[in-house]
């Protein structure tokens, strides 16, 4: 790794005791910005979860009752709601079809054709409609008692919203977390350019260039970066599978369990590259700049 | 090769350190710089080496006018000029080794060619059983010799040395001096300053005498017995 970034020779920054510090701040960027990395994605793949529920079906539900004949209800059902705008199709589920859906919970049985379940209607609904559902819930009522629509797509719609804001905020909080580390690593780096002002002139006069000695800085500065992201990153993968065997043990959970995906796990991987470029930019911009203020 | 028009120099806001001085210095020659203290003999080996600017007037190095070069033709410049500190600029945790080989370093040469060829000139400077040593653990004298070699390593043109012998035994700074005046044979120009005026009599360089900022130039033979002599 030491030879992967080079060594300062000349400038032997690496017994300053001023940047020991860097690497355990920019641990602690990591595990938050990792943090941040696994919400976002975990969400944002809930998000697609819940929208393909949302783009799909929902049902309507007509409860049993021995005193109507159901199957007209149905059919007047069935008829309302594919002539309202917006809903692609409705279909009634025949009964078999339903006793086979409830078939594992109840299991098989010649009795079952007794039970008093519900008569249930599928309903597709065209793409990027808005239809009013509490309204259509309304209508459908009206027209045959006893009916239902379930009317989880609002509830789902609202946590579609919530999901995109937190992933806002997820990315705001990334921000935050660069521009921080933008400003310790340039507080790093002006330190060590006050400390070592003498030799950097002695190098100067030598013939150094702005050059030289910038990349004795910047390779520095990016192996203390990327050494103090390892632990900050696997503290946080540790933490997020904590987290995931947490909520495995819960039973039917309010949360999801975090799931990254590839695009996520490959974002976390690269977190420790991406720091150390950002530091090695920073670093090189704050080294030039100084030193273009030399004769 | 060096010439000074009408320069003046000063500290941020204070007093001209060094007033008018012109002169000039042709290729392959050797010049003494001398006067009492504070007269401003480092002042102007330091716009020698390219560390200040001056404050007023021309300097013009390699036929370069300094004020006009661009911040990236200076490298390459300083490269060309091997500079003694009279405080000697060493690098406190580099060996004696690896201070003196430096220069090389910058100036991008590979390091087999590099080590062999410092160990053989620490040796002559007498520290060849001293490569290893950190400054902070070399005596004055042997600091100034390490600057030296540093100084003279990739055989510049200009060589410049503020007080180059002050540390050590006459002895020693015979030899020394001995070694600039071969560089100077092999066509380096050579400045060098001193208080040492029995040094100025032996070798009988031209000199350039500072006194109060303000520069005369005369012969070895020329110049007072003592500073304090307020003549001419
Ligand atoms: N870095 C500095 N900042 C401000 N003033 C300085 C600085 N260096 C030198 N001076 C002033 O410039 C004047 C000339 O100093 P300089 O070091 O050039 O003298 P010198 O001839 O080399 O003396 P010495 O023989 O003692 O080495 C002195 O008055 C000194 O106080
Ligand atoms: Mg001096």
């Known amino acids: 790794m030491i030879k992967l970034f080079g060594k300062s020779a000349e400038l032997q920054l690496e017994k300053d005791v001023s940047t020991r510090y860097l690497p355990v701040v920019i641990s602690a960027m990591i595990f938050l910005a990792a943090l941040s990395i696994g919400g976002l994605f975990s969400l944002s793949n809930a998000i697609n979860t819940w929208s393909e529920t949302l783009t799909g079906n929902l049902t309507a539900e007509i409860a049993y009752d021995p005193a109507i004949d159901l199957d007209q209800e149905v059919t007047t059902a069935v008829k309302l709601l594919s002539e309202t705008p917006g809903v692609t199709a409705a279909?009634?589920?025949?009964?078999?079809e339903t006793l086979k859906l409830l078939e594992p919970f109840l299991g098989k049985n010649a009795a079952l054709s007794e039970l008093p379940v519900p008569r249930l209607i599928e309903i597709i609904i065209a793409e990027d409609s808005a239809i009013d559902l509490a309204a259509l819930n309304e209508k459908l009522v009206a027209a045959v008692p006893g009916a239902r629509l379930d009317i989880n797509r609002p509830w789902l719609d609202k946590m579609v919203t919530l999901g995109r804001s937190i992933q806002v905020l997820a990315a705001a909080i990334m921000l935050l977390i660069g521009g921080v580390t933008v400003i310790i690593v340039i507080f790093a780096v002006r330190t060590g350019l006050i400390m070592h002002s003498e030799v950097i002139q002695v190098l100067h006069l030598i013939g150094a260039r702005?050059?030289?000695?910038a990349e004795q800085f910047q390779n520095y500065f990016s192996r203390l970066s990327f050494l103090g992201?390892?632990?900050?990153?696997?503290?946080?993968?540790?933490?997020?599978?904590?987290?995931?065997?947490?909520?495995?043990?819960?039973?039917?959970?309010m949360l999801p369990p975090l799931s990254l995906g590839i695009e996520g796990s490959i974002a976390l991987l690269l977190l420790p590259f991406l720091v150390a470029l950002l530091t090695k930019y920073t670093v090189r911009q704050v080294v030039l700049k100084s030193l273009g203020r030399m004769m | 090769m060096v010439r000074f028009e009408n320069v003046g120099m000063r500290y941020g806001m204070g007093p001209e350190v060094l007033r008018d001085i012109s002169f000039h210095l042709r290729p392959g020659s050797f010049h003494f710089l001398t006067g009492p203290t504070g007269a401003g003999k480092s002042s102007l080996l330091k716009l020698l080496a390219l560390s200040h600017r001056p404050s007023r007037g021309l300097v013009t190095l390699f036929n370069k006018e300094v004020s006009t070069l661009a911040r990236d033709d200076l490298p390459a410049m300083r490269r060309k000029i091997g500079v003694v500190y009279q405080d000697f600029r060493l690098l406190d945790h580099l060996s004696a080794l690896d201070n003196v080989a430096l220069p090389l370093k910058i100036a991008g040469a590979r390091d087999e060619q590099i080590y062999q060829h410092v160990a053989e000139l620490l040796d002559w400077v007498g520290l060849g059983n001293q490569v290893d040593a950190k400054p902070p653990t070399l005596s004055g004298g042997e600091k100034q010799r390490v600057a030296i070699a540093r100084a003279v390593i990739n055989r510049p043109q200009l060589l410049i040395a503020d007080e180059p012998t002050g540390s050590m035994d006459a002895e020693m700074g015979l030899r020394l001096m001995y070694l600039f005046q071969e560089l100077n044979k092999i066509g380096t120009t050579v400045v060098v300053a001193t208080h040492d005026l029995d040094l100025i009599q032996r070798f009988g360089n031209p000199v350039m005498y500072l006194k109060d900022g303000l520069l005369s130039s005369r012969s070895a033979a020329n110049i007072p017995a003592q500073f304090s002599e307020s003549e001419g």
């Open chain 1, 91 to 96: 279909r009634a589920i025949e009964k078999d």
């Open chain 1, 210 to 213: 702005d050059n030289y000695i």
């Open chain 1, 229 to 253: 992201a390892l632990p900050g990153l696997i503290v946080a993968i540790f933490v997020m599978f904590i987290f995931n065997f947490l909520v495995g043990s819960l039973e039917a959970s």
